[in-house]
Nanobody, 115 residues
């Protein structure tokens, strides 16, 4: 049973920083792509950033230059360092991990940025 557990969300003022973590159960599992998605109230879930097992990275245009995604393959853990946060970054952030053709999701962590 694969489980993804996010942590690190919270309330921060605009311009502040937060670091999200996603820990995957099963150290023997080698995920292909891991990524962060977010969903704001009334909006569709959108990709924030993703990283492959070889380190290729993609960011949404809205977070380029402010967010940094990374992963520790040995620990099966992924991170999202968020800086210069804006109120429009407020959303539930979800961790995603793909193993072959199966996509797994975490339960989500709330990030709220106050103006």
């Amino acid at each position: 049973q694969v489980q993804l557990v996010e942590s690190g969300g919270g309330l921060v003022q605009a311009g502040g920083s937060l670091r999200l973590s996603c820990a995957a159960s099963g150290s023997a599992i080698k995920f292909n792509t891991m990524g962060w998605y977010r969903q704001a109230p009334g909006k569709q879930r959108e990709l924030v950033a993703k990283i492959t097992s070889s380190g290729n990275i993609n960011y949404a245009d809205s977070v380029k230059g402010r967010f940094t995604i990374s992963r520790d393959n040995a620990k099966n853990t992924m991170y999202l360092q968020m800086a210069s946060l804006k109120p429009e970054d407020t959303a539930v952030y979800y961790c995603n991990a793909v193993l072959v053709v199966i996509s797994y999701w975490g339960q989500g962590t709330q990030v709220t940025v106050s103006s």
